[in-house]
């Protein structure tokens, strides 16, 4: 049962491209959360998507950021018009319910770097 | 104040050692909690979710005080391999909410 998958893994832009990370969730999985990581700083959470549905964007930045999860195919995250501060890694976690007691279970990352 | 508080380390611990981490959490209706293991540069990994009764899993326990908002992580007989950034992790809102909030991890550190 392959685990949940994120690519690129690392992805390197310059200041104002714009950045695709995509996330497949595990087998059996249709709850996905997108987390980002500064350097030397905690997880902290963006948003939480079923199919086709964003249910809690909180803590996604108001301007450039978005998500999806759409019927088919990976959650995307997309970041427009890139500044150096969003080099970061960002995980997606995934789970089978969205209930509070479902442990979460992560990929590998994507390490954004901004130039 | 920070939701989450965990005491950043390092611990250096020689092996064989016992050794405990804390953590605090600030919102009393909190759910759920749990404690994930971080290597450098690598994905957390879930080590065992944290229930009010305590729970062992091998060489690891973990508790939970509710009244006092307070987890912990208690490891036995350390190993090289248990080096690391152990992060206490709490689910914030109930029901179908599954938003998790972390802290900033305590580093491990083992040593021969």
């Known amino acids: 049962n392959a685990g949940v998958m994120q690519n690129p893994r690392h992805l390197v832009r310059r200041r104002g491209q714009e950045a695709r990370l995509r996330c497949s969730p595990m087998?059996?999985?249709?709850?996905v959360y997108w987390y980002r990581q500064l350097p030397e700083e905690g997880l902290k959470f963006m948003v939480y998507?079923?199919?086709?549905?964003?249910?809690?964007e909180s803590g996604m930045p108001k301007e450039r950021f978005s998500a999806e999860f759409p019927k088919e195919g990976p959650s995307i995250l997309r970041i427009q018009q890139v500044v150096r501060g969003d080099s970061a890694a960002y995980f997606c976690?995934?789970?089978?319910?969205?209930?509070?007691?479902?442990?979460?279970?992560f990929g590998p990352g994507t390490r954004l770097t901004v130039t | 104040r920070k939701e989450v508080e965990q005491d950043p380390g390092p611990f250096n611990v020689p092996e064989g050692a016992t050794v405990a981490f804390n953590c605090t959490y600030s919102?009393?209706?909190?759910?759920?909690f749990f404690w994930y293991r971080q290597d450098c540069r690598k994905e957390p990994k879930l080590l065992m979710s944290v229930y009010s009764s305590g729970n062992e899993d091998g060489r690891f326990t973990a508790q939970l005080n509710r009244a006092s908002q307070y987890i912990s992580l208690l490891i036995r007989d350390s190993k090289l391999s248990d080096s690391a950034t152990y992060l206490c992790v709490v689910n914030s809102l109930g029901g179908t909410a599954s938003k998790l909030t972390f802290g900033t991890g305590t580093r491990l550190q083992v040593t021969l």
């Open positions: 976690a995934s789970s089978p319910r969205g209930l509070s007691s479902y442990e979460q279970y």
């Open positions: 919102n009393s209706a909190s759910q759920s």
């Open positions: 998507l079923q199919k086709e549905n964003i249910i809690d």
């Open positions: 087998k059996g999985h249709s709850h």
